[in-house]
């Protein structure tokens, strides 16, 4: 038997050789699940603003307030006169006003606020079909009711029937924005045959909501509805207006590209952070693999000694020894892996089928941030 070869150490050494392989694969296994639901939560995330792909929305406030004691006291209305300019220029369809709420839909211990836009009975059937939404089940809202409809994966998240009430009394965290109780009385689906990414929202009605004294004083905000293909274009006019009339401070316009903008700002700091957790992880993980390789070569000595003053140069048997701990954490890091991405797609074929998420199993992020393990 070869004193030297690494399976002589494996066979003597089981205990230390397993407990590097756990710890090493279970790092893996740890860092590489984290980093791929935080990619999920980024990518849902985004569903919530799928339909600026289709519009833009310009409200007197710097985007959505989920609180409840905001709610009832809200920032400034945009005037109708200057949402008529917008309306005049010719890449623009049309421009209805908008009222709606925020529900806050649960996803991996976070709650994501999703849009429930106020739209009048008029707009609505315009609104749905620029959205490319059909009624899946149930019927559409009536004007002045305490009613909602819900994308059908709104609803699944948040495991809803028609006929369900929701209301800030009944869950605070998920419904903030709902000082009434509203009836869920539809569900919305994706026209299969759209061009453009789904869109998942919800609809209550702006006659309900600007009547009812508990949602009271309320902001009108407006809707703007583009010619096809000249979104981008009327979202630099809007902006460009806004900047000359001085009202940025206190006017802000919702586009699909600077909410994404800001989802992408608000990874980059979470990779950063999770660069120097990594790093941090890596160091621990070298320290107890070393402490628990050299306990295992303390062990080894009296035969090292007899390996020494047989011929074997020092440099040799120290190669020797890296090798046997190096290629043990190689394994570990590889049983991780493997055992991280099955637990992805068990994960992706599941859970998150069934919510109406995706997981990009492609995405090479989680296998290199595990690399300093």
Known sequence: ????????????????????????????????????????????????????????????????????????????????????????????????????????????????????????????????????????????????????????????????????????????????????????????????????????????????????????????NWLIIPHPGRRIAVNDFASTLIEESGRSSSDHLQSFESEVRLLDQMQQGLDVMYGLVNGLVAVAAALVVGMVHRIAVTHRLPELGLLHAAGYSRRSLVRRLVIEIALVACVGWAVGLLCAHAFSILLSSTFFAAQGWSMNLANPKPLLSTLPI
């Open 1 to 220: 038997m070869n004193p030297l070869s690494p399976l002589t150490y494996y066979r003597r050494h089981k205990g230390q050789a397993l407990l590097v392989l756990v710890l090493i694969g279970s790092l893996t296994l740890g860092v590489y699940v984290l980093v791929s639901l935080t990619g999920v939560s980024f990518g849902t995330m985004r569903y919530a603003f799928h339909y600026l792909t289709r519009m833009s929305r310009l409200s007197a406030s710097q985007g959505p307030d989920i609180s409840m004691q905001n709610q009832v006291s809200t920032i400034g209305t945009l005037d109708s006169g200057f949402a008529a300019q917008i309306r005049a220029h010719p890449d623009v369809a049309a421009v209805f006003p908008e009222n709606g709420l925020y529900i806050g839909v649960p996803f991996v211990g976070i709650v994501m606020p999703t849009p429930v836009l106020g739209v009048t009975e008029d707009d609505l059937p315009v609104v749905m079909d620029v959205c490319d939404l059909r009624l899946k089940a149930g019927r559409l809202i009536n004007p002045r009711a305490g009613e909602i409809i819900l994308s059908e994966e709104i609803a699944r998240a948040l495991d809803l029937t028609i006929g369900d009430h929701v209301s800030y009394k009944i869950n605070a965290e998920t419904y903030p924005t709902m000082a009434t109780e509203l009836t869920l009385v539809g569900i919305l689906e994706s026209d299969p045959s759209a061009a453009g990414p789904e869109v998942r929202v919800g609809f209550v009605s702006y006659e309900y909501l600007d009547g009812h004294e508990l949602y009271q004083p309320r902001a009108t």
